[in-house]
């Protein structure tokens, strides 16, 4: 996940803003056009140069953690297989940096819960 990417994620539960917790993140080399460009549009190279690979997404005010997994902040309010697997790499740390946070646990919206699988079972046989 872009560190530009942070000023326009809000909760999707209680629509205020979210704090970044960065486990493992790697540089982007960015080309001569690419930071010129980011210039001339008004855009700090340095949040489009850090890809967030491994972390949170916090909520403080409800104590919610979404996942950053292979760079794909998971906002979603109901639990996933990506959650599972998250736990399972990485439960023990988040217990221990983020004490008291969990992952939504809101029932998912009608249809919800078939459009992900769907979308998972493309994403996983695209080559």
Same mark, same amino acid.
């Given at each position: 996940?872009? $560190? %530009? $990417?942070? *000023?326009?994620?809000?909760? !999707? &539960?209680?629509?205020?803003?979210?704090? $970044?917790?960065?486990?493992?993140?790697?540089? &982007?080399? $960015?080309?001569?056009?690419?930071?010129?460009?980011?210039?001339?549009?008004? &855009?700090?190279?340095?949040?489009?140069?850090?890809?967030?690979?491994?972390?949170?997404?916090?909520? !403080?005010?409800?104590?919610?953690?979404?996942?950053?997994?292979? +760079?794909?902040? *998971?906002?979603?309010?109901? %639990? +996933?297989?990506?959650?599972?697997?998250?736990?399972?790499?990485?439960?023990? *740390?988040?217990?221990?940096?983020? !004490?008291?946070?969990?992952?939504? +646990?809101?029932?998912?919206? !009608?249809?919800?819960?078939?459009?992900?699988?769907?979308?998972?079972?493309?994403?996983?046989?695209?080559?």
């Amino acid at each position: 996940m872009r $560190l %530009r $990417l942070m *000023r326009y994620l809000a909760c !999707p &539960i209680d629509h205020g803003p979210l704090e $970044l917790v960065s486990w493992e993140a790697k540089e &982007i080399v $960015l080309t001569v056009a690419q930071r010129d460009q980011a210039g001339a549009l008004g &855009i700090e190279t340095d949040d489009l140069a850090r890809d967030v690979t491994t972390g949170l997404v916090n909520n !403080p005010r409800l104590r919610l953690s979404y996942p950053i997994y292979r +760079s794909v902040p *998971r906002m979603l309010t109901f %639990r +996933s297989g990506v959650h599972t697997e998250f736990e399972r790499a990485h439960g023990d *740390r988040m217990a221990r940096e983020c !004490p008291g946070y969990a992952f939504p +646990s809101e029932p998912p919206t !009608p249809g919800e819960e078939d459009m992900l699988r769907s979308f998972s079972t493309e994403w996983t046989n695209y080559q």
